[in-house]
């Protein structure tokens, strides 16, 4: 793509943070792309990520990506690392970005058949040398977001690598054995669903279904909350794409005593008894 591409025009950029709403953080993040790309929109996804937690981070990138602009620059910095020698990545999938760091933050994302290209886009030592080693979301992922908005391809600003180069996650696959499946929570919204790391496009057994732990219990599975009866547990895929725990009018987390980060084991069939 050629810088300021007149038939595109800049690219929209995406913001995702862990800085909540009270600090300059994003204020400054956002001043900063607007002084070097002032024609470029800016969008916020989320600053509300709980400090330091990845999958939660992961798992709103990856639910949230489709709703956005087809060639939208992600800016992902949830980055307990930040200052640290990890790397700055860019990852392009069909138009959309995504940059973040290398911490296992981009995980879900990368997952599916599609053609996927990454780059390292971490600066060099003199560029590090004039960044704040605390706040690189504003001295350095929001400049290098301004100049992809601005149309400058990712091979410009960086060096090509494998997709296997990059740091995976413990939390971004399930593991299946013995008939049952070991998932792990993501996310608890506010009504207590449990979002766990089982994708749309998971094949699952047909027949019953059963929580193995925290707690032994049946699991309804079912196409609405509404399903549910007073009590039960249910099993659906919630509109993020991505199979949730859930009650009716009723937290499903307090219940089973769940919280991000949690594991959890689902069982089927002839396995809903071991």
Do not use: K
């Amino acid at each position: 793509m050629e810088r300021g591409n007149p038939a595109r025009g800049p690219r929209s950029v995406v913001l995702l943070s862990d800085f909540g709403l009270t600090d300059p953080y994003v204020g400054q993040m956002r001043g900063t792309i607007a002084r070097l790309a002032p024609e470029v929109q800016i969008l916020d996804l989320t600053h509300g990520v709980t400090p330091f937690n990845l999958p939660q981070a992961g798992y709103f990138l990856a639910a949230s990506a489709p709703h956005f602009p087809e060639d939208a620059v992600f800016v992902a910095v949830v980055d307990p690392g930040v200052g640290t020698d990890r790397r700055i990545v860019a990852a392009e999938r069909r138009r959309q970005i995504f940059l973040a760091p290398d911490n296992g933050l981009l995980d879900l994302v990368l997952q599916g058949a599609e053609p996927l290209r990454v780059f390292d886009l971490t600066p060099d030592a003199i560029t590090l040398g004039r960044a704040s080693a605390t706040f690189q979301g504003r001295d350095v992922f929001a400049p290098l977001a301004a100049r992809l908005a601005l149309g400058e391809p990712p091979s410009d600003l960086g060096t090509a690598m494998d997709p296997a180069g990059l740091v995976r996650s413990s939390w971004g696959r399930p593991v299946s054995e013995n008939g049952g499946v070991e998932a792990q929570v993501l996310h608890v919204d506010r009504f207590g669903n449990c979002v766990l790391n089982l994708r749309q496009d998971l094949a699952l057994p047909s027949g019953e279904a059963r929580l193995v732990t925290p707690q032994a219990r049946p699991l309804r599975r079912v196409r609405t909350y509404a399903d549910l009866a007073e009590g039960q547990v249910g099993l659906l895929l919630g509109s993020q794409g991505f199979l949730e725990l859930a009650q009716f009018m009723g937290s499903a987390a307090d219940l089973l005593g769940l919280e991000p980060g949690a594991s959890v084991r689902l069982a089927w069939g002839a396995a809903c008894s071991t």
